[in-house]
């Protein structure tokens, strides 16, 4: 790609085709004349993310009005709620997933990351993702343009442009480490299918490992050893449904490992599920530790390597041996894995591309061939962020750019709103896009009331068949419905949670799925095949 095609992107994507360029990785850009803009009359809306905000929106837009085209890495939709039950043998991976190619729904679709932005020709720049991504999971490490590292040459993707009417962003975020030594390496994460997937074997990998005629005493503690660290719902339900998988599916298969599993539940806060009411954080506290998991509230972790305690240096990866994970309370303990579920962060794509997209450099060498020098040009885009690097939203979810206000859309957990934040959950993702769904449709964006998150309250699975259930409350405090207590817990908040997430599946066939599953558990108990 040289000269006049290589000036029309912005600098970041200039720089990152000629070092992708530089690497061998990418040799030209494709120009979507593929995309079928044939019928102009409808407006060719480009969402960049296939979760809760771009895979729900795809589904409410009028296909009379307007032509969505799903850009993802990932070909299919995560009912992220039911991840930890997956994890735990109680579902199966496809009864959480809808994919996003669907004869019935218009929509386009292209198995592609977005690399880059051109805000003057209203293009995003994409690399095609089909070959690396068979299950999403969370990177390791990645390079300086935000790939997996160590891809190999052939999972590399072609890069193309795409043009758009609109844009919406929603590519989520990315999970928060706190830059804590070792982590990034050796944690495993929770945010896809792959990371679920990968949970699920180690946990398995983990039992044939200690109940080897040649693994120490000693060493069997530390391998049955799990840690979660992040005692938010996610690390809660994690926590209790592994438990319950350990005690009532996995113990009946090793009796001659049983007493040695042990959980712990990290958390710097002094509660867990600190969302929730006091009263309700310190009945799941209770709960959990009489159920046997090892709440360890008020710690700081301090690092996250391969090996046994005490062992010295160098620490080489050995998935055969335990972790240690340090803490500044209690030292060194042995681990056999450590899921890290502490928080969002920004993607590379919303931290780095999308910061300042200012005026082209002069004298720019795309692929090796001098280039024509340029004039830079007058105009620069800055988007405005949140705190948290979020890109920041008006009320009615367009993107605030510092000189220009235009045709992007935001919504899910990269937007941060002006007018006060919901927070960041599928449950005001969902109503988030069902809001801008209506908004486009009708065409009166901008002209109505703005966005307004519904509290429809919060719930928790606590293990044995035992969960917590916040009842919302009015902004002024008051409850919603008068006549109901402040939350519910216990078995009825459980059969509530159950009843819910089975409502809220998105399609009939999962819906369906989910409830003859957990049916067949009760029957048979979970699935503890690995694979
Ligand atoms: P996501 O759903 O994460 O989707 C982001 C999409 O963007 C993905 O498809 C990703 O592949 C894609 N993407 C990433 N980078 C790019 C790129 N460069 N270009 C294009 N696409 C890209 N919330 C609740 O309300 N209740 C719950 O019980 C609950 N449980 C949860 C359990 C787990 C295990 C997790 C991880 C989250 C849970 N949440 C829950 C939170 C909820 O899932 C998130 O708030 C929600 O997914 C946010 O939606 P989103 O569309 O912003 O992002």
């Known amino acids: 790609l040289r000269g006049s095609r290589l000036r029309h992107l912005d600098p970041r994507s200039q720089s990152l085709l000629s070092n992708l360029q530089r690497r061998g990785f990418a040799t030209r850009v494709e120009h979507t004349t593929a995309i079928n803009t044939s019928d102009e009359s409808r407006e060719r809306v480009i969402i960049l993310g296939s979760g809760w905000g771009g895979y729900t929106l795809s589904r409410c837009l009028d296909p009379k009005q307007f032509s969505p085209l799903v850009i993802s890495p990932r070909s299919y939709f995560v009912f992220t709620p039911l991840l930890t039950d997956a994890a735990s043998g109680s579902l199966d991976f496809s009864n959480l997933v809808e994919p996003v190619r669907d004869p019935r729904a218009k929509v386009d679709f292209f198995q592609a990351r977005a690399r880059g932005l051109d805000l003057k020709k209203k293009t995003v720049l994409c690399e ?75 946990i398995r990998e983990l039992f044939e490992l200690a109940v080897l005629p040649t693994t120490t005493p000693e060493m069997k503690k530390w391998l049955l050893h799990f840690a979660i660290v992040g005692a938010g719902p996610t690390g809660t339900e994690l926590a209790a449904s592994l ?64 090996g046994p305690p005490g062992a010295p240096p160098p620490y080489h990866m050995d998935p055969k041996g335990c972790l240690t994970l340090e803490t500044a309370e209690e030292g060194e303990v042995g681990v056999g894995m450590c899921v890290w579920v502490t928080g969002n962060a920004q993607n590379k794509f919303v931290k780095d ?117 916040q009842i919302p409350h009015n902004g002024d405090g008051k409850k919603r419905l008068k006549y109901l207590p402040e939350g519910l817990r216990g078995r009825l908040a459980s059969w509530i949670w159950d009843g819910a997430y089975i409502t809220m599946s998105i399609s009939w066939r999962n819906k369906l799925r989910v409830a003859f599953r957990w049916t067949l558990n009760r029957m048979f108990g979970r699935d503890v095949s690995r694979f």
């Open 128 to 202: 095609a993702t089909v070959v690396q991504s068979g299950v999403t999971q969370t990177p390791r490490t990645e390079d300086n343009e935000g790939h997996p590292a160590n891809l190999a040459k052939w999972e590399q993707g072609e890069l193309f442009e795409v043009p758009y009417d609109k844009l919406v962003i929603a590519v989520g975020t990315v999970a928060r480490t706190f830059n804590t030594p070792g982590v990034r390496d050796n944690a495993l994460f929770f945010k896809d299918i792959g990371d679920a997937k990968r949970v699920k074997r180690r």
């Open 353 to 469: 591309t999308l910061s300042k997209i200012g005026p082209l450099p002069t004298g720019f060498e795309g692929d090796g061939a001098p280039d024509q020098p340029q004039a830079p040009e007058k105009s620069s885009w800055e988007f405005k962020k949140a705190k948290n690097g979020a890109l920041l939203v008006d009320g009615h979810l367009r993107v605030q750019l510092k000189d220009e206000t235009g045709r992007r859309l935001c919504l899910g957990d990269n937007a941060v709103l002006e007018t006060g934040s919901p927070p960041a959950t599928a449950q005001a993702t969902h109503q988030m896009a069902k809001w801008l769904g209506k908004r486009l449709n009708k065409r009166d964006l901008g002209q109505t009331a703005p966005f307004k998150f519904r509290d429809l309250g919060t719930m928790a699975y606590i293990g044995e068949e035992k969960a917590l259930m």
């Open 243 to 306: 438990r319950d998988f350990i005690h009532k599916d996995l113990m009946r298969v090793y009796p001659a490992l049983r007493d040695i599993p042990k959980i712990s539940l990290y958390d710097v806060a002094p509660n867990v599920l600190s969302m929730f009411d006091k009263t309700l954080s310190q009945y799941a506290m209770d709960t959990m530790k009489s159920e046997g998991i090892d709440i360890k509230t008020s710690h700081h972790i301090k690092s996250l390597r391969w």
